[in-house]
C-alpha cells in the first residue's frame, strides 16, 4: 500500500487529483517516449529471450492503448527504448512493492546508472531530442512483487519537482508470493495510472459498493480487470476522461472517485 494523500473534493471537469496536464505524462495524446528499463538480482538475471518476450508485450500494450485512443477520436503513438536489454543491468537493491520510500527514489537511481542525473534531465533529453510530447518509464523487474505505478500529483510535484517529474512504473515479473507473470493488460493498466487513471476494483472493504457498481456499468474496464487478455477490455468512460481522451466529465463520475489519493497506485 503505497503513501496515501487525503485529498479534498473536487467539482465537475476538475481533473487536478488525476494528474492530468503534470509531470511527464500529461494526457494520452500525441507521441510518448516510453523508455523500458530491465534489471534484475544478481542471483536472477534475465535471459535475452525473457527480455525480447516483455518488450513484445509493451508493443502489444501499446497497439491496445492507440485502438483505444482512436475509439474516442484521438491520435497516439510511441516512440520506445530499451536499457539493459542484454541482462546486464543487475541490481540487489531493487525495492519491494510495500518499500514505498525506496519505491519513490529508485527509478533516479536507475536514470543514474543510464547517464542521467536527474528525472528531469531525462525528460529534457527527450523534449529535445525526439519529437514526444511527454515521456514515461517502465521499470521491469525479475523478480516477485506487487507492480505499482508512480504518477505526479500537483501535490507531489509542488513538493518536489526534480524527485517526481518523471513519471514511472514498476513491474515484477510475477505477481507476489507466485509464478503468474505480468500481463499485458497490467501494463497497460500501469501505464493510464500515469495519465491520472482510477483503480476501479476494490481497494478496502469501503470500495465494495463502488467496485460493484463498475462491474455492472463498465464491465469490460481495463482498470477493473489486468488479468484478462487485454483485448477483451476497453477504457471506460471514466477513466478516458480522466487521462484526456474525452473532453467533457459528468457529474455521476465523481462517484466511482476512490477516497483517497495515492502517489503509488497498483
Given amino acids: ?3 496515501r494523500i487525503r485529498v479534498k473534493p473536487k467539482g ?6 488525476s ?9 494520452l495524446e500525441g507521441k510518448v517516449y516510453v523508455l523500458s528499463v530491465f534489471v534484475a538480482p544478481y542471483s536472477n538475471p534475465w535471459t535475452p529471450s525473457e527480455i525480447e518476450y516483455h518488450k513484445q508485450k509493451v508493443f502489444e500494450a501499446q497497439r491496445w ?5 482512436l475509439r474516442y477520436g484521438k ?3 510511441f516512440e520506445n527504448c530499451a536499457f539493459g536489454s542484454d541482462g546486464s543491468f543487475l541490481d540487489n537493491e531493487i525495492p519491494e512493492s510495500c518499500d514505498a520510500s525506496n519505491a519513490f527514489t529508485y527509478p533516479s537511481k536507475v536514470l543514474l546508472k543510464i547517464g542521467f542525473p536527474s528525472k528531469t534531465a531525462f525528460v529534457n533529453w527527450v523534449r529535445t531530442h525526439t519529437v514526444c510530447d511527454q515521456c514515461l518509464a517502465i521499470i521491469f523487474s525479475n523478480t516477485k512483487g506487487r507492480s505499482y505505478a508512480s504518477p505526479v500529483t500537483k501535490e507531489i510535484y509542488n513538493y518536489n519537482p526534480e524527485q517526481y517529474y518523471l513519471e514511472c512504473c514498476l513491474l515484477y515479473r510475477y505477481f507476489t508470493d507466485s509464478n503468474i507473470e505480468t500481463t499485458t493488460a497490467a501494463i497497460a493498466h500501469e501505464i493510464l495510472h500515469l495519465f491520472g487513471a482510477w483503480d476501479l476494483y476494490e481497494l478496502d472493504d469501503s470500495d465494495h459498493d463502488r467496485a460493484l457498481k463498475t462491474e455492472l456499468m463498465f464491465p469490460n474496464s481495463i482498470m477493473l480487470h489486468t488479468w484478462r487478455n487485454i483485448w477483451e477490455t476497453q477504457i471506460d468512460e471514466i477513466n478516458a476522461w480522466l487521462v484526456g ?3 467533457e466529465g459528468k457529474d455521476w463520475y465523481r462517484w466511482f472517485e476512490p477516497d483517497q489519493d495515492s502517489y503509488l497506485t497498483e
Fill in 65 to 69: 492503448l492507440k485502438m483505444q485512443a
Fill in 75 to 77: 491520435h497516439l503513438d
Fill in 12 to 17: 465537475l471537469n476538475d481533473t487536478s487529483e
Fill in 19 to 27: 494528474t492530468k496536464n503534470i509531470g511527464s505524462a500529461r494526457a
Fill in 245 to 247: 481522451l474525452k473532453e
Fill in 1 to 3: 500500500m503505497g503513501i
